[in-house]
């Protein structure tokens, strides 16, 4: 059983960038650059505040504010290890004055409104996690990859949730799985969300879908 190179090395590049990363983190991944950048390409112009729900290492608020030079954020994860390991990347690439990383569970964010709400959350059926390649069910976080029975539990807790911190027509940028997009698109018409963008991967699935909040 082989650990995971970016483990071993401690970096992983993303956005073309060298991102910190341990066992305490998912190790970034080439298809949530994609999502980064349709993000990119919709703000471009705009001053935006982002709050990102399950932040991991950082790499995407740190990304997305790396390119958007006017606008703040704010990531959360209910890990301290995992919120060391982005206060560290935020250093590393002088963000520190437009973010900030919280250990902080969905519940307890409840004063702002955001422009944007990015989350890449546990996604994977709990019965499909010992499926998984041996590098990534034996040396990454469980806790950052069971989505629950139906792999739908936290996906479902994003969407309500920010119902009530999204600004009216702000936008909520979820990454899914593969054969999720069916379900998901339900869960956000029925809370009220407008499907505006589909994010194919590089094998054409769905894998991240941006819907803004209507009155």
Known sequence: ???????????????????FV?????????ETELM???I?????????????IGTGTGCILLSILSELKNSKGIGIDISSKTIQVANTNSK??????????YKRSLDEVYHNKFDLIVSNPPYIMRKDIKNLNEDIKNF?????????????????????????????????????????????SKILKS??????????????????VLSTLEN
């Open 22 to 30: 341990n066992s305490n983190t998912l190790i970034p991944r080439p």
């Open 140 to 184: 990454e976080p469980k806790l950052a990859l069971d989505g629950g029975n139906d792999g739908l539990d936290v996906i479902k807790k994003v969407i309500y949730k920010s119902k009530s911190i999204l600004k009216i027509k702000g936008m909520l940028a979820l990454e899914i799985g593969n054969e999720q997009f069916k379900q998901v």
């Open 40 to 52: 990119v390409k919709i703000f471009k112009t705009k001053d935006i505040f982002v709050l990102d």
């Open 191 to 208: 809370s009220k969300f407008k499907t505006r963008y589909l994010v194919r991967d590089y094998r054409k699935n769905i894998r991240c």
């Open 92 to 101: 590393r690439h002088k963000l520190t004055q437009r973010t900030k990383f």
């Open 1 to 19: 059983m082989i650990e995971p190179i970016a483990y071993i090395l401690k970096k992983k590049e993303f956005w073309s960038r060298s991102f």
């Open 36 to 38: 980064v950048e349709k």
